[in-house]
T-cell receptor
Framework: DSGVTQTPKHLITATGQRVTLRCSPRSGDLSVYWYQQSLDQGLQFLIQYYNGEERAKGNILERFSAQQFPDLHSELNLSSLELGDSALYFC?????????????FGDGTRLSIL | EDKVVQSPLSLVVHEGDTVTLNCSYEVTNFRSLLWYKQEKKAPTFLFMLTSSGIEKKSGRLSSILDKKELFSILNITATQTGDSAVYLCAANGVNNNDMRFGAGTRLTVKP
């Protein structure tokens, strides 16, 4: 158990809808990362937050947004969903967000778009 | 463009065999290389390597980094069926904080 908690575990919805994925980092970790893992793309970095502020952005679509709250939990919002958004979405956390620290991953949210 | 390439993509061995997984990287202002094991769910952290030539070891697993040739290897000795998983390699740069992952090596260990 990594200590990173993601909810829900599974989400099934339809095209055009909007969903929110939630992540609680490990106790003491200030930085949260979001990744998308699909069969044909592997693990792709989406966005990083540190102590409530956006720190780095990767291949995140404009239809996607995220935030980190004062209690350090984070939410990833996906809107106008398309079939291609079906994937496993992982959250990871690390203490300070520096690249010399390993990230620890949650179990992911499996999103299926019908 | 930054990239991480792992080989082989897939490997099938028998229990007791020794395997070597490869990872090459091209990352701007490289800082660290990480190995993860992914079974059904979350990638689980194995090693972080920042210095060349220093082997990191944990039980039957070991890893080393070559910063001159830009690659790392992960060795697993006396493999067991529980080692079956996808092994992911990721590289981190200094200036950007996103980890770039390779496609992974799917290891299957048969009894």
């Amino acid at each position: 158990d990594s200590g990173v908690t993601q909810t829900p575990k599974h989400l099934i919805t339809a095209t055009g809808q909007r969903v929110t994925l939630r992540c609680s980092p490990r106790s003491g970790d200030l930085s949260v990362y979001w990744y998308q893992q699909s069969l044909d793309q592997g693990l792709q970095f989406l966005i990083q937050y540190y102590n409530g502020e956006e720190r780095a952005k990767g291949n995140i679509l404009e239809r996607f947004s995220a935030q980190q709250f004062p209690d350090l939990h984070s939410e990833l919002n996906l809107s106008s969903l398309e079939l291609g958004d079906s994937a496993l979405y992982f959250c990871a956390s690390s203490p300070t967000g520096n690249s010399n620290q390993p990230q620890h991953f949650g179990d992911g949210t499996r999103l299926s778009i019908l | 463009e930054d990239k991480v390439v792992q080989s082989p993509l897939s490997l099938v061995v028998h229990e007791g065999d020794t395997v070597t997984l490869n990872c090459s990287y091209e990352v701007t202002n490289f800082r660290s290389l990480l190995w993860y094991k992914q079974e059904k769910k979350a990638p689980t952290f194995l090693f972080m390597l920042t210095s060349s030539g220093i082997e990191k070891k944990s039980g039957r697993l070991s890893s080393i980094l070559d910063k001159k040739e830009l690659f790392s290897i992960l060795n697993i000795t006396a493999t067991q069926t529980g080692d079956s998983a996808v092994y992911l390699c990721a590289a981190n740069g200094v200036n950007n904080n996103d980890m770039r992952f390779g496609a992974g090596t799917r290891l299957t260990v048969k009894p």
